[in-house]
């Protein structure tokens, strides 16, 4: 549900920093259905995954929103909601 | 237990619903962090204490403060004084509100009914889950401390080149410097020696 919450904000924002944000509700659905599985099972390594894709949602949105910034530098805009939208 | 999870599920879907139909950034931020705040009493729920720690501290800590902290720095300057105003009408705050004092009963049930025969039937706790990361996951873990480096050294690199427009605050130059940016990006020959 909330994967699917997720890619429908990623399919429809055109936003940049909406985007994003769609990238990680899934990134934190995905976790939670380890973290689902690792309960079922009373296995610890539904925890571990989570861990290592929290580890990889934070490089991630680092990079992200440093793409973001210098992109925002490059197109001169400053209002992210009305004119980061990138068009082709 | 149950109806625990289910209404934190419940919050958890509604914030991110929310999420991703508001048109303001930082509205969305706000939801977003109730989401994540839902889904740790939902990691909580399931038996996970440690993972719902972590996704407080590490997700709706770091990561949402990062979030905002760009959103904050996009639009700095004079516009940014009509904005805020614009973004703060009375009321605004009621829906995350809402949703935050739902989470906030069922936490304080949990702290003021203690650990009673209802506690999760299967809790992994943070000592399983430490053995298990670096025991046979160890690979994994020096794999994500490689990631996690690739990151900094990606997003310093990303941002490092906009330190020396930023000396100049005039509008009348910001054009030129732009040009030169674009055309210093395409040759990249805009660093000194020695620069990464």
């Known amino acids: ?88 | 237990m149950p109806w625990m999870f289910y209404l934190a599920g419940a919050v958890a879907v509604a914030a991110t619903i929310m999420t991703i139909t508001r048109l303001n950034a930082i509205h969305a931020l706000l939801y977003f962090v109730v989401s994540l705040l839902a889904a740790a009493v939902v990691f909580y729920t399931l038996g996970a204490p440690f993972i719902a720690a972590l996704e407080v501290i590490i997700y709706a800590g770091a990561i949402m403060v990062l979030f905002i902290f760009v959103v904050m720095m996009l639009n700095v300057g004079e516009r940014a004084v009509a904005m805020e105003r614009s973004w703060l009408p009375g009321g605004i705050w009621v829906g995350p509100a809402v949703l935050a004092a739902v989470l906030f009963a069922q936490v304080v049930y949990l702290v003021m009914r203690g650990p009673g025969p209802e506690y999760p039937r299967t809790v992994v706790g943070p000592k399983q889950v430490g053995l298990a990361l670096y025991g046979p996951y160890l690979m994994g873990v020096e794999l994500a401390s490689m990631l996690l480096l690739a990151g900094l050294v990606a997003a310093y690199h990303l941002g490092w080149r906009r330190q020396p427009e930023q000396e100049s605050k005039e509008t009348h130059f910001d054009e030129r410097r732009t040009a030169v940016g674009r055309s210093a990006v395409r040759a990249g020959t805009d660093r000194p020696a020695g620069a990464p």
């Open chain 1, 1 to 88: 549900m909330l994967f699917a919450l997720g890619l429908i904000g990623l399919l429809v924002r055109r936003n940049i920093i909406f985007i994003l944000l769609s990238i990680e509700i899934m990134l934190n659905a995905a976790g939670l259905a380890f973290i689902v599985a690792g309960a079922r099972w009373a296995q610890p390594d539904g925890q571990v995954m989570f861990m290592f894709i929290l580890a990889m949602a934070a490089a991630e949105v680092s990079v992200g929103l440093a793409l973001v910034l210098g992109l925002q530098r490059l197109y001169k805009t400053l209002d992210t909601d009305a004119a980061s939208e990138m068009k082709g």
